[in-house]
């Protein structure tokens, strides 16, 4: 055999296996990372809002995550809190005065209205308002609240492929109030047709027992333990933990005395490969951030703003959770990815898309962005880089 038809054989043979010139996306499954609309299209629009979801789907989300609360009468809708003085206009409401009270969610003593006290047809009344001051005012008041039900809804009639990612939020304080969220999810995800692995559906929670509730029911959904943590120390970059955030809330009730950074060693991922099927870590368990010191040993205001943020921090080394999580079999989507500067470490020089492209480097499956546009931007560039 001549060399030329040698080369055209080998040539041959390396185009019939799919070529071996570009890498395997580092990801579980070799596929691109998924992108979900974090409470929906929340960068622009007030979360969580049936025109929140719509912009979402708008704007090419591969899914869409609803924190999923309950109503009095026990309908299941899309709100971040129990308590609605936080994300809704419901202090503008004078017919709702009376209902303004103190109740303990998740240990933690809150002031204001609560859902549990209120029916759909009320809660249909209020308006969504912004949580973050940058971000669009004009629109507070304007969109009402999502149902998980009109959520499903408009999956069915985007005429596309979207994953919806609903989280049982504050499962153990549901159950508390007398409505607990696990078997009417359920349900409302059966009867739209999705009841197996093979469905677009992620549940996702804080607390193991309530993912392990589902799972001793029979569902073959797909489920996530979310990882949380307190803050940064800017200092070191440690993590820090502190109550409600140090640890699972079923896990305080129970007396455990383990921390979310337990749920991050090889015992605490194998632990959680028995009842679900990837986690959600707080993307700062992959990539912590950390400030430069002054003399007094006090975090500089590198950048001169007055004030002290992420934005004056550099990013650290990545840590091993990424790989460590897959080599026990489990998917990795953090959150939560924000355009705005004072969430991004300086060394990203205040593009998001930098942020993105080295998180999809190390390997993660999917990522919660409150712009889902921009992390698509990031991704489809990431992707042209490596060859894709």
């Not at 998924?34 to 979402?56: F, Q």
Request: proline content about 5%.
């Amino acid at each position: 055999m001549n060399k030329t038809v040698s080369v055209v054989m080998a040539a041959a043979a390396l185009s019939a296996c799919g070529g071996t010139d570009v890498a395997p996306l580092p990801t579980l499954d070799g596929k691109p990372a998924m992108v979900v609309a974090h409470r929906g299209a929340s960068g622009y629009i007030p979360e969580e809002t049936v025109e929140a979801y719509a912009r979402a789907i708008e704007l090419g989300a591969d899914a869409i995550e609803p924190d999923v609360i309950s109503t009095k009468d026990g309908v299941l809708i899309a709100r971040h809190d129990p308590n609605l003085a936080y994300s809704t206009d419901v202090a503008q409401h004078p017919e709702f005065a009376a209902r303004k009270r103190t109740l303990s969610v998740d240990g933690e003593v809150q002031e204001g209205w609560f859902a549990s006290d209120f029916t759909l047809a009320e809660i249909k009344t209020l308006g969504g308002i912004s949580t973050d001051a940058e971000r669009p005012q004009q629109f507070n008041g304007k969109y009402k609240i999502a149902t998980i039900q009109e959520i499903v809804d408009m999956i069915k009639k985007s005429g596309r492929s979207i994953t919806i990612y609903p989280e049982t939020k504050n499962p153990t304080f549901h159950r508390q109030q007398g409505v607990p969220l696990e078997d009417k999810l359920l349900a409302l995800l059966s009867s739209a047709g999705w009841s197996d692995a093979s469905a677009p559906v992620f549940i996702q929670s804080f607390e193991p027992g309530s993912l392990k509730y589902m799972r001793g029911k029979g569902s073959r959904l797909k489920m996530v333990q979310l990882i949380d943590a307190d803050d940064v120390d800017l200092k070191t970059g440690a993590l820090t933990y502190a109550a409600p955030y140090d640890k699972p809330y079923d896990w305080a009730q129970a007396g455990d005395k383990r921390k979310f950074s337990d749920m991050v060693t090889a015992a605490g991922l194998a632990e959680i490969k028995t009842y679900a099927d990837g986690i959600g870590p707080w993307k700062r368990y992959i990539v912590s951030v950390k400030g430069e010191l002054d003399a007094s040993g006090k975090v500089k205001d590198v950048n001169g703003d007055g004030k002290v943020n992420e934005a004056d921090t550099t990013t650290m080394a990545p840590t091993t959770l990424v790989a460590d999580a897959h080599k026990a079999g489990l998917f990795v989507h953090p959150y939560t990815f924000r355009n705005e500067k004072r969430r991004l470490a300086g060394n990203y020089k205040g593009d998001p898309v930098q942020e993105y492209k080295q998180f999809f480097a190390i390997g993660i499956d999917g990522l919660f962005s409150d712009f889902a546009d921009t992390a698509l931007a990031a991704r489809t560039e990431y992707l042209k880089e490596a060859g894709r």
